[in-house]
């Protein structure tokens, strides 16, 4: 006898109960962009690591300006990328540039517009006469920003641009984290065509191989596409034992329970563990996951139907949180929004339904509309969903007052 | 005399004026996503290619079955994949799995569970004898999907996982798509020192060369990064010489009007057309944009600020629109957002200003709520923030029911 199929939200938690972030690894920052902290990032030197001007001027004495002007000697020019070697004393200044390191004995800067060159020459002079000015004026000290030894990114952040330029500003070079999955996608059908290949009597063109690479992508992993397995259990062997050198294997096709579904039983000929068979859902029944241990580490596999459509929805609702862990991401979650119908909207099933539909943005909030839609082989209908609304077991007419569960898809 | 600074529309709509949509290439489906198409997708076939079984059971006569029961002569076995050879005519019908495609003669297929295999060997039977079965009953007839020569997808989308599996089912294996930009990343500073190189006196990392790599990388852009170029005219010329290679050159710092700004003066000796210097806005106001013309095709030149935050506020509000539209996107805009303040906020500033803010989702409604900012160098705080909120020159308090506009900050 069949186990009974479980519920989405069960599936999921045996699915994520087996996936764990990848180990870590050191990369480049320029290699870091989306890849998700292994490890807390403490800033190697202060920010900015000296008295930085913030205006172009004179570095001065303050105190020389107490009474409001002053006609100082210039020892020297500043620009960004020197080091001073002069110190200012009282009655000296020194011209400086934006970006440039504060002279030592300095502490304020008086803005070029403020100031009047009355000597050149030998023994330059510059006078100054707006008014006082305060200590630390136009001035960034040293470890404003960030201090040395200070915590500036937390493990499992994904890094964005801005944080690689964080890393670069607190002279970190190298970071660890948790890689990208690589993830190999097999689609097995004897139907089955490459795409731009003439389909034959009988034969279709592959078209989950493709979408399902891109989905991979698109959700951060690295696919490799192990093309088309026959339903043939020796050729499904061959292609499904290299899929197992990747971190998850992505199959799909052949996981009901018809005579020549035959990946549940390659599956189970090398040595991966069954974990779950069956989810109650629509569209995507017969949804199959397991486990291969190898050596020191693990491959997910995840047997996804072949219909396209039902295809997408096990990717989004057990695929896509599973990379997010390994890829790092502790609480990776569906997206999952609560949202009213546009329209009154008929229902019938006797399975939980994840249903195409659009979003609207209203001024009100948004609101979700289901789309016309041709049932699990339908994928067009699919390209022009932005989300897929969840309507519960049994047939009624939902209202537009009524929040519904609406898992939200992945965009490019 | 200087020419007035424009308004920030103004300068978005001249930069935008300079970017066309890049001349499509052909590529490869696997190569297609995250691209946007430079025509419209006919499909080459019917889809489904045949009318097909959605079922495992029986292909049958359905007016064999009026009187809701018949034993009938099975002919053969067809699984996904296989080519019909025996015609059904009343009195026999074809085993045949999920995704075969249905025999000539046959018009409806009844569930192999509705059935019972009454004698096997040289003269197989099957006995129904759950009702009547309706013409077309578990069929989905060629062509409902998709028709031959119909428009699949439009010019002008970017493609998703999803339409990459719907130009497989219509036997598209190529298509005609707008590159992703070339751009060539290039900081200017003699300050500047390679992220994890020993930062002598006077000097600091590089921090915008990778966060701009990274921002390009996240737009749906190439980067190549041309390193650091010293405040020194030669130097940047060989530099920028090579930058113009590219669709777009990016460039931080040297664009002020200091004595060593020399970022405009080497551009306008490499024949690089000013169209604007200086924008009304804070921080970023040094902005400086530019095209250069050679042979068939241009490069865009963007010259931001060198201080990090005003570098990145000016590539979201110039550079990240202009990649959208070199990559084909007609309507790239800013994503703006019309938002309430969570808390009421001081601002003092005498220029539109773009602070670093926090979405802050409520059950009434997004809020926006400013940072504790420190100014144009603090990327740490921007590493936070969600948004930018652009106040008006003036300074008052703003209160949480007056909508401000917010530019949405990318992610990765």
């Given at each position: 006898?069949?186990?009974p199929?479980?519920?989405?939200?069960?599936?999921?938690?045996?699915?994520l109960?087996?996936?764990e972030?990848?180990?870590?690894?050191?990369?480049?920052i320029p290699d870091?962009?989306?890849?998700?902290?292994?490890?807390?990032v403490?800033?190697?030197?202060?920010?900015?690591?000296?008295?930085?001007?913030?205006?172009?001027?004179?570095?001065?004495?303050?105190?020389d300006?107490?009474?409001?002007?002053a006609?100082?000697?210039?020892?020297?020019?500043?620009?960004?990328g020197?080091?001073?070697?002069?110190?200012?004393?009282p009655?000296?200044?020194?011209?400086?540039?934006?970006?440039?390191p504060?002279p030592?004995?300095?502490?304020?800067?008086?803005?070029?517009?403020?100031?009047?060159?009355?000597?050149?020459?030998?023994?330059?002079?510059?006078?100054?006469?707006h008014?006082?000015?305060?200590?630390?004026?136009?001035?960034?000290?040293?470890?404003t920003?960030?201090?040395?030894?200070?915590?500036?990114?937390?493990?499992?952040?994904?890094?964005?641009?801005?944080?690689q330029?964080?890393?670069?500003?607190?002279?970190t070079?190298?970071v660890?984290?948790?890689?990208?999955?690589?993830?190999?996608?097999l689609?097995?059908?004897?139907e089955?065509?490459a795409?731009?290949?003439?389909?034959?009597?009988?034969?279709?063109?592959?078209?989950?191989?493709?979408?399902?690479?891109g989905?991979?992508?698109?959700a951060?992993?690295?696919?490799?596409?192990?093309?088309?397995?026959?339903?043939?259990p020796?050729?499904?062997?061959?292609l499904?034992?290299?899929?197992?050198?990747?971190?998850?294997?992505?199959?799909?096709?052949?996981v009901?329970?018809?005579?020549?579904d035959?990946?549940?039983?390659?599956?189970?000929?090398?040595?991966?563990?069954?974990?779950?068979?069956?989810?109650?859902?629509?569209?995507?029944k017969?949804?199959?996951?397991?486990?291969?241990a190898?050596?020191?580490?693990?491959?997910?596999?995840?047997?996804?139907?072949?219909?396209?459509?039902s295809?997408?929805?096990c990717?989004?609702?057990?695929v896509?949180?599973?990379?997010?862990r390994?890829?790092?991401?502790?609480?990776?979650?569906?997206?999952?929004?609560?949202l009213?119908?546009?329209?009154p909207?008929?229902?019938?099933?006797?399975?939980?339904?994840?249903?195409?539909?659009?979003?609207?943005?209203?001024?009100g909030?948004?609101?979700?509309?289901?789309?016309?839609?041709?049932?699990?082989?339908?994928?067009?209908t699919?390209?022009?969903?932005d989300?897929?609304?969840?309507?519960?077991?049994g047939?009624?007419?939902?209202?537009?007052?009524e929040?519904?569960?609406?898992?939200?898809?992945?965009?490019?």
């Amino acid at each position: 006898m069949k186990p009974p199929a479980l519920e989405v939200d069960q599936a999921l938690s045996l699915v994520l109960g087996r996936a764990e972030p990848l180990p870590p690894i050191a990369v480049q920052i320029p290699d870091a962009l989306g890849l998700v902290l292994a490890e807390d990032v403490v800033s190697r030197v202060d920010s900015p690591p000296f008295d930085k001007a913030l205006m172009d001027g004179y570095a001065v004495v303050a105190a020389d300006l107490a009474e409001g002007t002053a006609e100082l000697r210039v020892l020297a020019e500043l620009t960004a990328g020197d080091a001073p070697r002069h110190r200012v004393v009282p009655g000296t200044a020194t011209r400086i540039m934006t970006g440039a390191p504060l002279p030592d004995g300095a502490d304020a800067v008086v803005v070029l517009e403020d100031t009047e060159c009355i000597a050149t020459g030998q023994r330059p002079m510059v006078r100054m006469s707006h008014g006082p000015v305060s200590v630390g004026r136009h001035i960034l000290r040293r470890g404003t920003l960030v201090r040395q030894g200070e915590t500036v990114l937390r493990a499992g952040r994904r890094l964005s641009a801005v944080d690689q330029g964080l890393l670069a500003e607190t002279a970190t070079s190298e970071v660890r984290v948790h890689p990208r999955p690589h993830v190999a996608v097999l689609a097995t059908g004897s139907e089955l065509v490459a795409p731009g290949e003439i389909a034959g009597p009988g034969q279709i063109p592959n078209s989950n191989g493709p979408m399902l690479c891109g989905l991979v992508a698109q959700a951060g992993g690295q696919p490799s596409d192990l093309g088309i397995g026959r339903d043939d259990p020796a050729e499904l062997l061959r292609l499904m034992t290299r899929g197992l050198e990747s971190d998850v294997l992505v199959l799909s096709g052949g996981v009901s329970t018809g005579d020549h579904d035959y990946v549940p039983r390659v599956l189970a000929e090398l040595g991966v563990e069954q974990v779950l068979h069956r989810v109650r859902l629509k569209p995507g029944k017969p949804f199959w996951f397991g486990v291969a241990a190898h050596r020191a580490r693990r491959t997910l596999v995840f047997g996804l139907p072949g219909n396209p459509v039902s295809c997408l929805v096990c990717f989004e609702l057990f695929v896509r949180p599973a990379l997010g862990r390994l890829a790092g991401v502790w609480n990776s979650q569906l997206r999952r929004r609560e949202l009213r119908l546009a329209e009154p909207f008929d229902h019938r099933g006797d399975r939980p339904t994840y249903y195409p539909a659009r979003l609207r943005q209203e001024a009100g909030g948004d609101r979700i509309e289901p789309l016309a839609w041709q049932g699990s082989a339908d994928l067009r209908t699919i390209a022009e969903a932005d989300a897929l609304v969840l309507f519960p077991a049994g047939s009624r007419r939902y209202g537009p007052d009524e929040p519904l569960t609406v898992l939200m898809l992945g965009r490019p």
